[in-house]
């Protein structure tokens, strides 16, 4: 029997399933200091989302581990070089909310150039501010992925269906991905600004990712769909915060360089509340709710249960990221 620690939360079904393949499951929130202070010490794994973070003083002091699971796609809250020191597998579950986020970056990106959010603000107050809310359509423009995995692709599928032109940024990625789904592939993600007016964001966030949305390549954008619409500006971020340089697209929102901006994710998270991004009318977020539907929220517990439980037996696991 193994003993684990779901410290993040869980979906009821996974934990009943991990339970059901003869592990102890331990359900519960372990504060940081108490986790630098050895409290998992006598766990053989810990399932994580993105609220706990596994740093090396934290992984040093957790003798025993053998396993690191995250119910989700990001590892940029666990130290994935002390873990391999230490000799623990880290498994992840990249695939269970790839619908969930795909649907998520298509609203955000309609509520932008269809002024959702600040009609939803001014009807709420009163008001009937129709010649205002003029929007725009997403056909006929061009879309750029800074990133193109499974939710970019997923993403592009349905843009497509709205009529959008596809362009994409991915060093990372064989060309051929792209081109399958009739995208435009770029060498340089600065092309990719000045190409297109609409831009998502679907990388990790790393060294060199960090501010890659920045005041430099905000000024490339071309304000001027392909259609010959003056559609502005727009940004969508569902990945990682930390990509967009919240300060220099809140100077492009005030300047007009930039129309709208969308984020999901932040820099520092929970947002600050006085963050004066959040008062701008160009602006609208949610709480990194990307994976926080129903159907995910089964999935990835599923998914991260067996990679888990796969990784505590010996046997090989496709999700393994360390």
Same mark, same amino acid.
């Given at each position: 029997m193994a003993r684990i620690a779901v410290v993040d939360g869980m979906d009821s079904q996974a934990v009943k399933h991990l339970e059901s393949l003869g592990?102890?499951?331990?359900?519960?929130?372990?504060?940081?200091e108490m986790l630098e202070y050895g409290a998992l010490q006598g766990f053989d794994a810990i399932i994580v989302r993105s609220a706990t973070k596994l740093t090396e003083q934290v992984i040093s002091e957790s003798k025993g581990l053998k396993v690191i699971g995250r119910a989700g796609v990001g590892v940029d809250n666990i130290d994935l070089n002390a873990a391999t020191e230490a000799g623990i597998i880290v498994v992840n579950a990249p695939r269970a909310s790839t619908k969930s986020v795909v649907e998520l970056t298509i609203a955000h990106l309609l509520?932008?150039?269809?002024?959702?959010?600040?009609?939803?603000?001014?009807?709420k107050a009163g008001l009937w501010e129709k010649k205002l809310m003029s929007g725009s359509e997403i056909s006929g423009k061009r879309l750029g992925?800074?990133?193109?995995?499974?939710?970019?692709?997923?993403?592009? *599928? *349905?843009?497509?269906?709205?009529? *959008?032109?596809?362009?994409?940024?991915d060093p990372y990625l064989p060309n051929q991905i792209a081109e399958q789904l009739g995208a435009h592939v770029h060498?340089?993600?600065?092309?990719?600004?000045r190409m297109c007016t609409h831009i998502t964001i679907h990388c990790n966030l790393t060294e060199e990712t960090y501010h890659l949305v920045n005041a430099q390549r905000l000024a490339l954008m071309p304000q001027l769909?392909?259609?010959?619409?003056?559609?502005?500006?727009?940004?969508?971020?569902?990945?990682?915060?930390?990509?967009?340089?919240e300060e220099a697209a809140l100077a492009a929102l005030e300047s007009g360089e930039l129309t709208t901006l969308?984020?999901?994710?932040?820099?520092?998270?929970?947002?600050?509340?006085?963050?004066?991004?959040?008062?701008?009318?160009?602006?609208?977020?949610?709480?990194?709710?990307?994976?926080?539907?129903l159907e995910a929220q089964v999935?990835?517990? *599923?998914?991260?249960?067996d990679a888990v439980n796969a990784a505590l037996i010996g046997e090989d696991i496709a999700t393994r990221v360390a």
């Open positions: 592990n102890e499951v331990v359900e519960g929130f372990i504060k940081k509520a932008s150039t269809r002024k959702l959010a600040v009609s939803n603000q001014s009807l992925f800074v990133g193109f995995g499974r939710i970019a692709q997923g993403v592009a *599928m *349905m843009a497509k269906a709205f009529g *959008m032109e596809i362009h994409a940024y060498d340089d993600v600065d092309d990719l600004f769909g392909k259609d010959g619409v003056a559609c502005g500006n727009h940004i969508v971020n569902c990945a990682r915060g930390g990509i967009v340089d969308a984020l999901d994710v932040f820099e520092v998270e929970p947002v600050d509340p006085e963050n004066p991004l959040l008062q701008h009318s160009g602006f609208h977020g949610t709480p990194h709710i990307g994976a926080a539907t999935r990835v517990g *599923m998914d991260i249960a």
